[in-house]
C-alpha cells in the first residue's frame, strides 16, 4: 500500500510539475492586438526610434489579410503586401511570443524594397491565428508546409518563394527543410535560430537557476501530455542535414538568447548547402539595425543567387 501511494505522489508530482511547465513554455493566453514594440533592454536602447519608425511604416502599410486552415484544424492568419505581379514571394515566420510585425519590420522593408512580394503570417497561438499551444517548431513546420502550398495554389505553379524566419520562427523554416517543400522554394533565410527546442530550453533553463535535468523533463511532460506533442520530434540540426534548398544562417555575434554557436552547430550538419554569416556587436534579432548595409549585401547576394537559378 505504501508504495502504490508513493507511486501516485510521483505521478501527481510529474503532472503538476508537467502543468506548470506547460502553462509557463507553451500556452499562450488571449492574444491583445499589435502594440509598438517597447525594446525593453538596453541592448535595444540604441535601436529604439528606428524599431518604432519601421514597425509604424509597416503597420500602416495597406496589406491584405488572408487566412488558410492548418493540417491539424486550426486557423492561420497572415498579411499579404503586393508589390508586383510575378515577383517572389517571402514568406516571414516570427520568434517565439512574438509578432510579425515587431520580428520583421526591418525584414519586410528590405524585402518590399527589393521588390518582393511579401507574407507575414501570424504564428499559430500567436496574433491573429487560433490555437493555445506554441511547440517552438514542432508543429508550426507543418504550418510552413500550409502556407507554401497556399501561395503555390494562389499565385501560380512557377511562383518563387523564398522562406523567412526569426528566432523560433527560424528554427521553424529550417525544421521545414526536409519536409516535401515544392521546387518553388528557391531557398530559406534562418536569422538567430536556436539548433533544437531542447537546447534553448535548457539554456533559459540555466539562465534562471533551475537544475536542467529536472527542467527540462517536466518541459517534455508538459509537452506530450497537455500539449499533445513531443518536443523531441525533430530539430533545425537534424532537419536540413540532408536538404537540397539553399539556407542561409544570419546570426549576432552578441546574442544573449538564443547563443551564437547554436547556428554553427546547424552549419556544420550541411557545409555544402548553408552559408553563415555573424554580426559582431548585435544582440538578439538586431542584426540588421546593428550593421544594416552588410545584412542588405549578405541577403541580397543569397536572394540573387538562389532566385535566379532555373
Not at 29 to 55: M, S, T, V
Not at 148 to 155: G, K, L, N, P, Q
Request: charged content about 25%.
Amino acid at each position: 500500500m505504501a508504495f502504490l501511494v508513493l507511486i501516485l505522489l510521483i505521478l501527481a508530482a510529474a503532472l503538476g510539475g508537467g502543468y506548470y511547465a506547460y502553462r509557463y513554455a507553451f500556452f499562450s493566453p488571449k492574444k491583445g492586438r499589435d502594440k509598438l514594440p517597447a525594446c525593453d533592454g538596453r541592448q535595444y536602447e540604441p535601436y529604439r526610434a528606428e524599431i518604432q519608425r519601421i514597425f509604424r511604416a509597416l503597420q500602416e502599410r495597406p496589406c491584405e489579410f488572408v487566412t488558410i486552415p492548418s493540417a491539424d484544424g486550426l486557423i492561420l492568419s497572415g498579411r499579404y503586401y503586393h508589390v508586383a505581379d510575378g515577383a517572389p514571394l517571402d514568406i516571414g515566420f516570427h520568434g517565439y511570443r512574438s509578432s510579425c510585425l515587431t520580428d520583421f519590420a526591418g525584414g519586410a522593408e528590405l524585402s518590399l524594397q527589393s521588390g518582393h512580394n511579401l507574407l507575414l503570417v501570424d504564428q499559430r497561438a500567436h496574433g491573429k491565428s487560433s490555437g493555445r499551444t506554441i511547440s517552438f517548431g514542432i508543429l508550426e513546420r507543418w504550418d510552413v508546409l500550409s502556407w507554401v502550398d497556399y501561395a503555390v495554389e494562389r499565385f501560380g505553379s512557377d511562383v518563387r518563394i523564398l522562406l523567412y524566419g526569426i528566432s523560433m520562427g527560424a528554427a521553424t523554416v529550417l525544421m521545414a527543410s526536409d519536409l516535401p517543400l515544392p521546387e518553388n522554394v528557391r531557398g530559406i533565410i534562418a536569422d538567430c535560430p536556436y539548433s533544437s527546442p531542447k537546447e534553448i530550453i535548457c539554456k533559459v533553463a540555466r539562465d534562471r537557476g533551475l537544475p536542467e535535468k529536472a527542467a527540462w523533463l517536466f518541459v517534455w511532460i508538459g509537452a506530450r501530455v497537455y500539449g499533445g506533442f513531443d518536443i523531441r520530434e525533430t530539430d533545425a540540426v537534424r532537419a536540413v542535414k540532408h536538404t537540397k534548398i539553399p539556407i542561409l544562417l544570419i546570426h549576432g555575434e552578441a546574442d544573449g538568447f538564443v547563443p551564437c554557436g547554436m547556428s554553427g552547430d546547424i552549419q556544420r550538419s550541411n557545409p555544402q548547402r548553408i552559408r553563415r554569416f555573424t554580426f559582431p556587436g548585435a544582440d538578439h534579432g538586431i542584426s540588421f539595425l546593428t550593421d544594416s548595409r552588410r545584412y542588405r549585401d549578405v541577403v541580397s547576394e543569397f536572394c540573387k543567387m538562389t532566385l535566379e537559378q532555373t
